[in-house]
């Protein structure tokens, strides 16, 4: 008897040893950090226990815009950007995340940081949009979009808004300006 409770205490203890911890500056599809594509606006405390939040309230629940919500560390460093999917409900799920924080990095080291050759070697380049200031890289692996300034791209290829970019368009040195991670986003 006293050796099979001595088993049971030592199976425990090797069990809880193998919990992996979640770092909390992981970007994943369906995560970053403890921030799940389930997580509530209502959960948010929860979830960022040692950090700020700041909720924009635009003060008119008729005009149907949705109210973005900061995540701040403690020193008042932006971390990130919250969208929810519904505007004023508390039940609503977070549909994007800018992220802002360079900490905040994919499995594949992808941050704020990175540029267009980083992207591009580590995941598949789904799609990319010409914008008016902007390219947005699109890489449906991550459910993200990378927005790159234009001020990044030869000259010649800046003003264009009817070129199709390839991947070959754009410089490998280009920096990411931001990128989100979309949720619960119809593509």
Request: aromatic residues 10%; neutral net charge.
């Amino acid at each position: 008897m006293r050796n099979s409770f001595l088993v049971l205490i030592f199976l425990f203890i090797f069990c809880n040893s193998c919990k992996e911890e979640v770092n909390p500056f992981e970007i994943g599809t369906q995560h970053i950090g403890f921030l799940t594509d389930s997580t509530q606006v209502k959960d948010l405390k929860s979830v960022f226990v040692n950090d700020s939040i700041s909720k924009f309230i635009g003060g008119d629940e008729f005009t149907g815009s949705k109210n973005n919500i900061e995540i701040f560390e403690k020193g008042g460093k932006k971390l990130l950007i919250l969208t929810p999917q519904q505007a004023l409900d508390s039940t609503s799920v977070i549909e994007s995340i800018q992220v802002i924080d360079s900490r905040y990095k994919t499995d594949k080291n992808i941050s704020t940081l990175s540029t267009f050759k980083d992207i591009s070697s580590a995941y598949k380049v789904s799609k990319i949009n010409n914008l008016i200031n902007s390219i947005l890289i699109r890489v449906d692996e991550l459910n993200a979009s990378f927005a790159i300034d234009k001020k990044e791209l030869p000259p010649n290829l800046q003003f264009d808004l009817d070129l199709k970019f390839e991947n070959t368009h754009i410089p490998d040195k280009a920096k990411i300006k931001y990128f989100f991670i979309n949720w619960n986003d119809t593509k």
